[in-house]
């Protein structure tokens, strides 16, 4: 189902998952589960993780459709569902938005998509910084994290979920009040 380089990563994202809880809190059982099944369905063809997210009654919006990098997230939140019966709402949210985020994530979302920023096996130009920024505070990270993920998206021509622009919205004026 994944290929070698995908487990890999899947495993370090779970034993990333499992390292900021112990910082920031949660459940480290939950952590682990979300971060090895986040990508299961990484590696399967566009038309199948389009089945599941169909078959899951999941409607997508035209942005969503013109993003297929964003679908297998969707398309694993349906798939432990039906095929490992994994019922806990916080692992299938987890797994569902850890590509684009979304505003009111839960503390398992956050940690998941840090996670999946922050794992070991990632070697993007910033990730040092992005690490340290990680392990001094989740919120600000993933603020950063969602700016990237913004404006790179922007600067190829491409849509912006919009999950990920109330995520990074949300973010954005918490961060503001804060200061003020
Ligand atoms: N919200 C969204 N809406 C629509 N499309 C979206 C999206 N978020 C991501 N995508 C698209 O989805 C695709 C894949 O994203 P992912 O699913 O997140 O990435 P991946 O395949 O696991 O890793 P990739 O091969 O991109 O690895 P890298 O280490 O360079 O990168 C690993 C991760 O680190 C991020 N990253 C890279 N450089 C970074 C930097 N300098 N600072 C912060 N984050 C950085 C990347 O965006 C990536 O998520 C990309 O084409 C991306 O444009």
């Known amino acids: 189902m994944l290929d070698d380089y995908r487990y890999h990563h899947s495993l370090c994202v779970a034993k990333e998952a499992v390292r900021l809880v112990k910082k920031y809190g949660g459940d480290e059982q939950k952590a682990y589960i979300a971060g090895i ?23 997508f919006d035209s942005i969503q459709l013109a993003s297929p990098p964003i679908w297998h997230g969707f398309a694993a ?70 700016k990237f993920s913004v404006s790179s998206l922007a600067k190829k021509g491409l849509p912006i979920p919009y999950d990920t622009i109330m995520a990074y919205n949300e973010l954005c004026v918490a961060k503001r009040e804060e200061s003020n």
């Open 77 to 146: 939140s349906a798939f432990i569902k039906e095929e490992l019966q994994i019922a806990d709402e916080d692992i299938l949210l987890a797994v569902r938005y850890h590509t684009t985020g979304r505003a009111g994530m839960t503390h398992l979302e956050k940690i998941i998509y840090m996670a999946d920023m922050t794992s070991a096996d990632r070697s993007y130009k910033d990730v040092d910084a992005m690490r340290k920024k990680v392990n001094k505070n989740l919120d600000e990270a993933l603020l950063d994290s969602l």
């Open 37 to 59: 099944l986040h990508d299961i369905l990484k590696n399967t063809p566009l038309s199948d993780q389009l089945h599941w997210i169909k078959k899951s009654g999941i409607i």
